[in-house]
């Protein structure tokens, strides 16, 4: 299912009066595009029945997979793969102690590697980033005020709905506005105050001014909370000499921008680039002993299974003896799609030349009919419909991934340039004259 947006956390609260019917249709009828495209849509809760590299196949076509998160292409690196079993050997294939009760040495041994990783103090990790939102928001933002990314990911808004049951007050800054925040910020008396944004978007592929963030929200005294689920393992830090401009090791996004960990709690996952069901928080050993008492998922939750927490460690070693191979592949994949999409005049919100590649429609109604030329071409995408996003922004996000080849991007392309034609698509030239005017 695609990323969503903060739309989804207001326009969809159903209206639970009797008088209204069945509870069910209020959610059907507010929902009715999407279960529309969902009902009928070859490119929407999809059966996929076989895997090539990243050929897949649903129903008898196959078609070149541009919705994957697999960014390092882990999901197929035979070393990972083949370190699998001996790990199920050692620890079975799946823990059942909830982390509080007890957890195999290989959750020490990822957390070390992490910490050593991303630079921070020290890391937790949990099941998903979802699980961190939900649980560890309430507890660092406590009765204070959260301050959020006006388009924050849909799990970051429902970790603030949580906060905000516990006493909590939310104040939205806009997107990409560290003056907006400034502002806030200054103008709230609270002393606990936490900033809560996306690092890497999910949606426009760009990162924020995290030094501009990260200076405002220090300056006032607060705690920047960030979830960088797309960044981590694309982007790292900076080096005299780099493979690609995503610089090194993969170490996400505090990495990337030279900054400090003092007053940022990271937040990212593995699901993503590590292909494997994971994710953590980078922050002070202090926190992270609160966090075990206070996190319902470390208490409570089922762990990551065993063939998860093996694609996580032979994922590191990946990323030590391959990473930078790789990020240069995606790199240069993104590069090439973002050239043809500037000389088709195609219209994307990525300036960053990271590997999301959002392409909205002139026609937002379109959307159905354009996911279909895109799958009998063989090309398979994220529709981005409403009310998943805005109704200016519907159309679809391409995700590259070092397993694609130039023979699928050359097929992407030709789609794309397809659609073109056909005035399917915004253009570039028009958007920046609105712009200007
Ligand atoms: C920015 C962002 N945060 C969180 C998530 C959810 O991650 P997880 O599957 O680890 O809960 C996603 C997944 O798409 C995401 O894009």
Redesign the pocket.
Known sequence: MV?TSPIMSTALLPVSSPARGRWIDHWLETLQDLEALRASHPMMDAVIEEVDGRMIRVGERWLADFAS?NYLGFDLEREIIQAVPAFLEAWGTHPSWSRLLGSPVLYEQIEQRLTELVGSEDALVLP????I?ASVIPVLASSGTIFLDARA?K??YDGCQVARARGAAIRRFRFEDPGHLDELLAAERDRARLVCM?GV??MTGNAPDLRAFAEVTRRHGALLYV?D??GFGVIGERAPVESSPYGMRGNSIVRHFGESYEDIVLVA?F??AYSSLL?FIACPTEVKNLLKVAAPPYLYSGPSPVASLATVLAGFDANERRGEELRAVLHRHSARLLAALRELDVRTPNRSGLPIVEIPLRNHTHIDHVGRLLFARGVYVTLAAYPLVPKAEVGFRVQLTAANTDEQLDRLIEAISDLAQRGELQSASEQRELEAA
């Not at 998903?128 to 699980?131: A, L, N």
């Open positions: 990323d998160c998903t980033i979802t699980h939102h990911h799990t970051i996306d978007n999910s979830d689920a797309h996952g699901s993503k994710a």
